[in-house]
C-alpha cells in the first residue's frame, strides 16, 4: 500500500473550516483515499473516501488533486467535538476473496480551540 | 442500530497468560478484522476473518488466533502474553464487497503486567 505523509498537528479555531493536507505521491490507479478519525479513547471512525473525484457527506468534504498525489479533507465548521487525530489512508481496492485491510500511520493531530 | 462491539473494555493480565477478547460486528455486517494499538501509534492489523476463516494476516506472531462464528461475532485469542502486548485492541467489521469502509468498536484495552 502506498505510504502517506500528514503534518503531525495542527490548530483550528472553532467555527472556522479545518483543513487537513496528505500527500500520497506513490498512490496507485487501484487504491483508494481514505480518511479516519479516533478520538481519544474511541476507536477510529470512518469520515470519507474517494478515489479521483471529490466527495462531500454529512461529516466532511474531500478534495483529491487532479495527479491524485495529494488530497485535503476539509471540516467546513469546526467544533471542539471535532479534536481528533486524523488519519489519511491510501486503501488498496479489493483483493478477490478479501477485504482490504488499512494501513494506518500516525495521522495529524488536531486540536479546536475556542 | 448497534455498531461494533467489543468485551470486556479493560482487562489486565500477568505475563505468560492467555486472553480471549471478543467482537460483535456491526449488524448485517460479514467481515471481521482486528487491529492492535500501542500507545501513541496508530492501529496496527492482525488478522481479517471471513466465512469462519482467516483471510489475511499481518505481521504478527502464532501466539495471535482468532476465530469466528457463524453468526459472525469473533474471538481474538493471545498465548503466552508478553509486556509489549499491553495495547488497545480494535475489532472491525465491513461487509466483504469492493471498498466497504471498515467500522470501528471502542475497542478493549490490555495491560500485561
Known amino acids: 500500500d502506498a505510504k502517506t505523509t500528514q503534518p503531525p498537528s495542527m490548530d483550528c479555531a472553532e467555527g472556522r473550516a479545518a483543513n487537513l493536507p496528505c500527500n500520497h505521491s506513490t498512490i496507485s490507479g487501484n487504491e483508494y483515499v481514505y480518511w479516519y478519525r479516533q478520538i481519544h479513547s474511541q476507536g477510529p471512525q470512518y469520515i470519507i473516501h474517494?478515489?479521483?473525484n471529490n466527495e462531500t457527506n454529512e461529516m466532511a468534504s474531500l478534495i483529491i488533486t487532479e495527479d491524485r498525489k495529494s488530497s485535503t479533507l476539509i471540516l467546513p465548521h469546526a467544533t471542539l467535538r471535532d479534536t481528533a487525530v486524523y488519519y489519511c489512508i491510501v486503501r488498496v481496492d479489493v483483493v478477490t476473496g478479501t477485504a482490504s485491510k488499512l494501513t494506518f500511520g500516525t495521522g495529524t493531530r488536531l486540536q479546536v480551540t475556542l | 442500530d448497534a455498531g461494533v462491539t467489543q468485551s470486556p473494555t479493560h482487562l489486565i493480565k500477568t505475563r505468560g497468560q492467555q486472553v480471549t477478547l471478543r467482537c460483535s460486528p456491526k449488524s448485517g455486517h460479514d467481515t471481521v478484522s482486528w487491529y492492535q494499538q500501542a500507545l501513541g501509534q496508530g492501529p496496527q492489523f492482525i488478522f481479517q476473518y471471513y466465512e469462519e476463516e482467516e483471510r489475511q494476516r499481518g505481521n504478527f506472531p502464532d501466539r495471535f488466533s482468532g476465530h469466528q462464528f457463524p453468526n459472525y461475532s469473533s474471538e481474538l485469542n493471545v498465548n503466552a502474553l508478553l509486556l509489549g502486548d499491553s495495547a488497545l485492541y480494535l475489532c472491525a467489521s465491513s461487509f466483504l464487497q469492493r471498498n466497504s469502509p471498515l467500522h470501528f468498536g471502542n475497542g478493549t484495552r490490555l495491560t500485561v503486567t
Open positions: 474517494g478515489l479521483k
